[in-house]
């Protein structure tokens, strides 16, 4: 059963603060970053860090057009589950719900949830990266390379290979993006972090700025994570079944 605080905690939330990662999506049976799943051949001589990188793509821009463009298929071939479900429908018992998310899926959004603020960015949103012309859906799913040597796609200018928005090794954050976050995890009352290890920085300072700031703050994850035994209430349970519980015991 949820943490009894927990329960209490919500039921008087006027701001609920969630963040979530790659192990809310892992329950949609999508691949995390470093699984590419059942393709993941292709990439077998590659390291994660050699295909997500701006040096990687200067080098190999098939190679790394490729191995996205089978992440996005994959992303558009998961569907939503009952985590991603359940935080939408937080969104309709709180006055306010900021959701901040690591994933660049677009489950949560799939699912209903609006104004998600993505800090690693998108899967689903490509662009020319010497013009930030951005490439359409359909441009994308006729001409992406299928394997690395496929060539590579062009904007439709011509003046670069497109490239999807999402954040890099060696680059930074969207500032916006953080800024936004930082700002609403420091007025939350309640926070939660769903189904993220808390490994990757400064994502996973976003819950203790909630809790420096007064609020509530909890886990939700299978394995309590690096943070775990800072914040004032775990369950260790997947997202997936814990979320939903959740949702009834509030009702």
Not at 54 to 67: C, E, G
């Amino acid at each position: 059963m949820p943490h009894a605080a927990l329960l209490e905690a919500l039921r008087d939330a006027q701001h609920l603060f969630i963040l979530t990662g790659a192990g809310t999506s892992a329950e949609s049976n999508l691949p995390t970053f470093r699984d590419p799943g059942p393709h993941r051949g292709l990439w077998d001589n590659h390291r994660p860090e050699d295909l997500a990188s701006p040096d990687a793509f200067a080098d190999h821009p098939a190679r790394v057009q490729s191995w996205y463009a089978h992440r996005r298929r994959a992303a558009l071939a998961a569907q939503p589950n009952p985590a991603h479900h359940a935080i939408a429908q937080l969104a309709e018992r709180v006055p306010t719900l900021t959701l901040v998310t690591q994933n660049v899926d677009g489950l949560h959004q799939r699912a209903g949830s609006k104004d998600v603020l993505e800090l690693h960015g998108s899967l689903h949103r490509w662009h020319c990266p010497n013009t930030g012309e951005p490439v359409d859906d359909a441009t994308l799913n006729a001409h992406l390379p299928q394997t690395p040597d496929n060539p590579p796609l062009r904007s439709p200018s011509g003046t670069g290979y497109v490239r999807p928005g999402v954040v890099w090794f060696g680059e930074g954050l969207p500032t916006d993006v953080l800024a936004e976050a930082e700002a609403k995890a420091r007025t939350a009352d309640v926070a939660l972090s769903i189904g993220t290890s808390a490994l990757v920085y400064p994502a996973a300072a976003l819950p203790l700025l909630a809790k420096h700031a007064g609020a509530f703050t909890a886990e939700i994850n299978p394995q309590p994570s690096a943070i775990a035994h800072q914040l004032d209430a775990t369950i260790t349970k997947p997202a997936g079944v814990a979320l939903p519980a959740l949702l009834d015991l509030l009702r």
